[in-house]
């Protein structure tokens, strides 16, 4: 079970695009959900992973399947954190490209 549980940070989409900005991951944490805003145009995200502190990002897998969830418009979205164990920069992609900028809340905290 997760431990000390917050909102650790945001990261956004730019307006057109699909990837947003990276969130390095401090102390251990993992995201364990995600808050969409109210304009969301994706209906799904994918996430990227960083091995060398943010340099290069590499799609994210999970036995083998692209990590993906389903997502709208204002939603608390929880995630796996299993997956996101020793991850420690971490991006969002968006099936669509965003009509506008889009901010989003990543939940973390400690396994």
Do not use: W
């Amino acid at each position: 079970m997760a431990k000390n549980i917050t909102l650790t940070d945001t990261v956004t989409i730019a307006s057109s695009g699909t990837t947003s900005t990276s969130l390095t991951m401090q102390g251990g944490r993992v995201p364990l959900a995600i808050v969409t805003p109210s304009g969301l145009s994706g209906s799904a995200f994918t996430f990227q992973a960083s091995s060398d502190q943010g340099t290069n990002f590499y799609n994210l897998y999970n036995e083998g399947t692209q990590y993906s969830v389903n997502v709208g418009a204002s939603r608390y979205i929880a995630l796996n954190p299993d997956v996101f164990e020793g991850v420690k920069v971490v991006r969002i992609v968006s099936g669509s490209s965003e009509a506008a900028t889009r901010t989003i809340g990543i939940i973390s905290g400690e396994l």
